[in-house]
């Protein structure tokens, strides 16, 4: 017979908060790891990451590992497709749904931790073994603009973000409280949803920023995304061309393929002449930030067509289709990046303050409403194993 657990004492300094991080792409990390520096001083924090969040997290913070959901792209067109995805999620939504072994590894760490409440950047196990466990939850993250906010949705996409807003509820659920970090603003739908501006993470704050010769790309899933097509295009532009987010590594001509780190790019990104990316919510913020305009290709999905059609539509930069993509396209961003840029100062905001009141708000709210000690009962579940997690 299992023996009950002996309550953890309190956290004089504050509140414990498990804090879960979705790990497609950067942006979630990069987000986290700016509210997590000021939350570490006055709470207790267990930290759980997945994919590449985990990549980016685990020099910085000590981190649990926990697999992640994401996009697959098909084998032969490297475009994003929505059969592979649903094959490749369909083993982690079942076990998500059905209390699988992933589910009981998460469900054991809460227990252990006992947190007063759960923040969770689209992470969805934290969501779901929260929601089971009766753990006050928080969602942070940008996707929710869709499910939790009225976006300026273009109505070719209206059926389409109905269906992720559907797929986005089933995953995530309801949490009591709603932080949405957004470079745009977009109304909230109901109560205890707030819409905060983008946070730089510590490094774009202090860093300085220069006009550079170079052009900066950033890839989210560069294996896929950078072809022969995007490597000819780079080459006309006469520039040097740092690329992020590939696989590979070193120069060829005038494109240097540069490898992953958090200083190291932040310090590449104050530096560069522009930005060329995917439609990332985050770093369009961070590029905001340092002033630095941007031609966006959105991935095949409703939110980056979202982002993308918002950075046209303030003045900041240019939005193109991936496969459309032509030289000519960055040579106007850069003839015109010095009203891209000034715009970009008009409408920089720094949404760390924000956030953080926010975050502290809720916590108080939903904290003194359930005692860490209410996790303390007999374990349901297998004991908890980290190291033998599913990546």
């Given at each position: 017979m299992a023996t009950q657990a002996s309550p953890r004492p309190r956290n004089r300094r504050g509140a414990r908060i498990l804090y879960a991080v979705h790990g497609y792409g950067r942006g979630h990390a990069t987000r986290s790891l700016a509210l997590l520096a000021e939350l570490r001083p006055r709470h207790e924090l267990l930290v759980l990451a997945g994919g590449d969040a985990y990549q980016t997290m685990a020099s910085e913070w000590p981190v649990v590992r926990i697999p992640t959901?994401?996009?697959?792209?098909?084998?032969?067109?490297?475009?994003?497709?929505?059969?592979?995805?649903?094959?490749?999620?369909?083993?982690?939504?079942?076990?998500a749904w059905w209390r699988g072994p992933v589910f009981a590894m998460v469900a054991d760490a809460m227990r252990a931790f006992a947190p007063d409440v759960v923040i969770?950047?689209?992470?969805?196990?934290?969501?779901?073994?929260?929601?089971?466990?009766?753990?006050?939850?928080?969602?942070?993250?940008?996707?929710?603009?869709?499910?939790?906010?009225?976006?300026?949705?273009?109505?070719?996409?209206?059926?389409?973000?109905?269906?992720?807003?559907?797929?986005?509820r089933a995953l995530m659920g309801r949490p009591e409280r709603v932080l949405v970090s957004s470079f745009y603003d977009a109304p909230p739908r109901h109560a205890g949803v707030r819409v905060v501006p983008t946070l730089p993470r510590r490094e774009v704050r202090d860093a300085?920023?220069?006009?550079?010769?170079?052009?900066?790309?950033?890839?989210?899933?560069?294996?896929?995304?950078?072809?022969?097509?995007?490597r000819a295009v780079l080459g006309q532009l006469g520039l040097p061309v740092h690329v992020y987010g590939t696989p590979w590594r070193g120069q060829q001509g005038r494109l240097h393929f540069m490898p992953p780190g958090n200083r190291s790019f932040v310090d590449d990104l104050a530096a560069c002449r522009a930005v060329l990316s995917t439609a990332g919510n985050q770093l369009v913020g961070e590029a905001m930030h340092l002033g630095k305009p941007l031609l966006v290709m959105p991935e095949d999905c409703v939110e980056q067509r979202l982002n993308a059609r918002a950075v046209e539509r303030l003045g900041i930069g240019m939005r193109v289709e991936p496969r459309a993509l032509t030289a000519a396209h960055l040579q106007r961003l850069l003839q015109?990046?010095?009203?891209?840029?000034?715009?970009?100062?008009?409408?920089?905001?720094?949404?760390?303050?924000?956030?953080?009141?926010?975050?502290?708000?809720?916590?108080?709210?939903?904290?003194?409403?359930?005692?860490?000690?209410?996790?303390?009962?007999?374990?349901?579940l297998p004991a908890f194993a980290p190291q033998r997690a599913p990546t």
């Open positions: 959901l994401g996009f697959a792209y098909g084998a032969r067109s490297g475009r994003r497709s929505n059969w592979h995805t649903l094959r490749y999620n369909l083993p982690a939504a079942l076990d969770s950047d689209a992470e969805t196990w934290s969501h779901r073994v929260a929601a089971r466990l009766g753990v006050p939850r928080i969602g942070f993250d940008h996707i929710g603009i869709l499910a939790h906010c009225r976006p300026d949705v273009d109505p070719r996409d209206r059926v389409e973000a109905a269906l992720d807003v559907f797929v986005y300085v920023a220069c006009d550079g010769e170079h052009l900066l790309v950033y890839l989210n899933q560069g294996h896929h995304q950078f072809d022969d097509r995007l015109q990046r010095d009203a891209f840029a000034a715009r970009m100062r008009e409408l920089r905001r720094d949404g760390l303050a924000e956030a953080v009141a926010a975050i502290e708000g809720f916590v108080a709210e939903l904290a003194g409403s359930t005692p860490g000690s209410r996790l303390t009962q007999p374990p349901l």
